[in-house]
Each structure stands twice: as structure tokens, then as C-alpha cells.
């Protein structure tokens, strides 16, 4: 590992070293529940984990951005969300699926402007983190769980992904190891791998 920062809400590392992807963490590494409900290690889709050591074996370089609903300023739910993310953190390295980075999107956002959408956020995100990592465009995927495009006009070598996410009522196995195949196939096809 070259290096690694460590903030409230960020951790970043250089673990990879083709291509860059960027998966939303919630919903599609760890199922979203009520806000009243605890997460548990059940709520992490085992057949996405080993995708995930696939592509660490294969040098891919990728990470997590999450989004939160509360306000910045409420300093509660970033030190639970910062705990959250040191231990999926710890999860995915026994795992042998360690990330390259996670970042609070809510957190990096214009403070005054925390209303925005999930989608200002992701395409603010998605040039620093090219930069951190010199990643060519047309080699970087975003892989998040909504059904409508939110890149940039600007970023036409951007590949999006549509991945159905997690929910109580999440299909069978075989349904969801032939998604996740599905997936790693499209990634390996975006990042040139294919």
C-alpha cells in the first residue's frame, strides 16, 4: 500500500491500479433499512464481496461513496457513519476486498448548499477523485443503484452502471450471483480488462 488518509469522512489509499470504480456503498454493498433499524453483518451481500476480492485480485481500482440524509452540521451521525465505514472498511480487508477509498459525499459538498442532490455531490466527487488516482475518463465507471443517467454532458467517456439494489425482499441466490456476475462483467469490459 503506497499511502493512505484518514479523516471523518474519508478514507483514501492507493491498493489498485486499473481503471477507477466508483460504487454507491448504500443499497448495493450494504442494504438500506429504516433509520431505526440497526445494520447488521447480514445486511452485506456476500456474492457482491467476492466480486469485489475479484477485482482486487485483477489490480481494479475502486471504492465507495455514500450519501446521508442528515444535515452536516449534526455531528452524531458522522462519527456513527465514520464508525460504519472503519468497520465495512476492516470487513472488506479480512475479506481480501480492501478499497482504495471511501467518502462521505454529504460531507464533501458546499456546507451552505446541503440540499443538493445526490447527483451534484457524485459529479463533484468524480474529478477529485480522477485526480487522486490519474484515472482516464474513459476508463472510470460509476456504479450506482438509481435507473435514470446523472453524469455530466461534459463527461461522455464516463461509463454509468445500473445495479438493482439490495431490499428485504431481495430475489433468490441464483438470481443474485447472476447479477453480480453480470456486473463484474460490465466492469471488466468498461476498465479494458475484457
Not at 6 to 12: A, N, Q, T
Not at 131 to 148: C, F, H, P
Request: with cysteine.
Amino acid at each position: 500500500m503506497d499511502s493512505a488518509v484518514f479523516d471523518v469522512h474519508c478514507i483514501r489509499r492507493q491498493v489498485g491500479s486499473t481503471g477507477l470504480v466508483i460504487f454507491e456503498r448504500d443499497d448495493i454493498l450494504l442494504r438500506q433499512k429504516p433509520w431505526f433499524e440497526d445494520q447488521t453483518l447480514g445486511d452485506i451481500d456476500a456474492d457482491f464481496v467476492a466480486m469485489l476480492r475479484e477485482m482486487r485480485d485483477l489490480d481494479v481500482r475502486f471504492g465507495f461513496i455514500s450519501h446521508h440524509s442528515a444535515p452536516p452540521s449534526d455531528t452524531r451521525v458522522r462519527i456513527d457513519s465514520a464508525t460504519l465505514t472503519r468497520l465495512l472498511d476492516d470487513l472488506l480487508k479480512v475479506s481480501g476486498a480492501l478499497p482504495d477509498f471511501w467518502i462521505d459525499a454529504a460531507c464533501t459538498s458546499d456546507p451552505r448548499q446541503h440540499q443538493r442532490s445526490h447527483s451534484r455531490s457524485d459529479l463533484d466527487l468524480i474529478p477529485k477523485l480522477m485526480g487522486w488516482y490519474e484515472a482516464d475518463l474513459n476508463r472510470t465507471v460509476m456504479v450506482r443503484r438509481a435507473e435514470a443517467p446523472r453524469v455530466s454532458p461534459d463527461a461522455p467517456g464516463l461509463t454509468e452502471i445500473f445495479y438493482p439494489g439490495l431490499s428485504a425482499r431481495s430475489p433468490s441466490n441464483t438470481s443474485r450471483r447472476a447479477t453480480v456476475g453480470w456486473l463484474k462483467t460490465m466492469i471488466k469490459h468498461a476498465v479494458d480488462l475484457e
